[in-house]
């Protein structure tokens, strides 16, 4: 069974601190991204991978970074955590076969930053 | 630049019924993939169909299935037989080979019993 998982369901930072999102896939997916999900606003991505090491800015990068040592495992980093960074978090891979790829979604971490 | 549009942010429905969710986008591209989400309150996000541009015939899955016309860039989700765990956000979505996918910004529906 296809598995995504996110190290956190709630989270709740101060503003200025170094938060880490933890991403898990194990079904050896090739791509893994970051969306939040505003309402009213839907899914934005913020960064994708497309291999180990590698990485490319979606379309609201600022204020974010990402790492990926190894395949299965991709991470999301708010280098100095903001309030209008409060937002829900998903986490997704995919396998690399064109477009026709579904993405595999995780449950999403809530991030509260006061 | 490729964009996805869900005009309708709320619907309800009764149970049982039949429900269509409506889903616009632009592109200058002509092969393509378009796909259906479905979040659940609290749940993950998961796939619900997809269609292939290049194919004529419509998708179907159970009770889902989409009305897809290519040259007015429209893609709907028809939902047959409404039912309590169909309530839910649906999320229209539009992708070009492998680069990123392009969501729309979601329906939420509701089904009354």
């Known amino acids: 069974d296809v598995k995504v998982t996110q190290s956190s369901r709630y989270l709740v930072k101060r503003t200025g601190e170094k938060v880490f999102l933890e991403c898990v896939q194990d079904?050896?997916?090739?791509?893994m991204f970051w969306y939040r999900q505003d309402p009213g606003l839907g899914l934005r991505l913020i960064y994708f991978s497309y291999d180990v090491k590698m990485k490319e800015k979606g379309d609201i990068p600022e204020g974010y970074s990402v790492s990926r040592e190894k395949k299965e495992r991709f991470s999301l980093i708010l280098e100095s955590a903001s309030t209008n960074q409060t937002s829900m978090y998903l986490c997704a891979s995919s396998p690399l076969m064109g477009g026709r790829a579904t993405q595999y979604f995780g449950p999403g971490t809530r991030l509260l930053v006061l | 630049a490729q964009t996805v549009t869900q005009s309708q942010p709320e619907m309800s429905v009764q149970e049982a019924e039949t429900v269509t969710l409506s889903c616009t986008y632009d592109?200058?591209?002509?092969?393509?993939?378009l796909f259906w989400y479905k979040q659940p309150p609290s749940r993950q996000m998961i796939l619900v169909i997809r269609?292939?541009?290049?194919?004529?015939q419509n998708a179907t899955e159970n009770r889902f299935s989409v009305n897809f016309q290519k040259a007015a860039k429209s893609f709907s989700l028809k939902i047959s037989d409404s039912q309590l765990g169909d309530a839910a956000m649906y999320f229209c979505?539009?992708?070009?080979?492998?680069?990123?996918?392009?969501f729309g910004k979601g329906t939420r529906l509701h089904i009354l019993p």
């Open positions: 269609q292939e541009a290049y194919k004529q």
């Open positions: 592109t200058s591209e002509s092969d393509y993939y």
């Open positions: 979505a539009y992708r070009v080979a492998d680069d990123k996918i392009i």
């Open positions: 079904m050896d997916h090739e791509n």
